[in-house]
């Protein structure tokens, strides 16, 4: 059984950074495509980070150079490093594997960008 758990959110001012932790159960890295996503109030969900099954990493165009996807070397959890946030970045971020043909969500964690 495959289990996703956010941790990290919070209330952050703008320029402010924030770490958001996925720990992963039940998924094998190696073959997995592990990534974040985010929905905004009002908006649809969106792709924010990902790590590929074959190891590379894909941004969305809005977060390149300010957000980072890593993971740990025991391979049971993912981050995404927020730098310079701003109140656009406001959203529930979601962790998110596509593991054996079948797509996995954590339940998300609230990230607020307000000064």
């Known amino acids: 059984q495959v289990r996703l758990v956010e941790s990290g959110g919070g209330l952050v001012q703008p320029g402010g950074s924030l770490r958001l932790s996925c720990a992963a159960s039940g998924v094998n890295f190696k073959i997995a495509t592990m990534g974040w996503y985010r929905q905004a109030p009002g908006k649809e969900r969106e792709l924010v980070a990902v790590?590929?099954?074959?190891?590379?990493?894909n941004y969305a165009d809005a977060v390149k150079g300010r957000f980072t996807i890593s993971r740990d070397n025991a391979m049971t959890r993912v981050y995404l490093q927020m730098n310079s946030l701003q109140p656009e970045d406001t959203a529930v971020y979601s962790c998110?594997?596509?593991?054996?043909?079948?797509?996995?969500w954590g339940k998300g964690t609230l990230v607020t960008v307000s000064s």
């Open positions: 998110n594997t596509n593991y054996y043909c079948t797509s996995w």
């Open positions: 790590f590929t099954s074959g190891g590379s990493t």
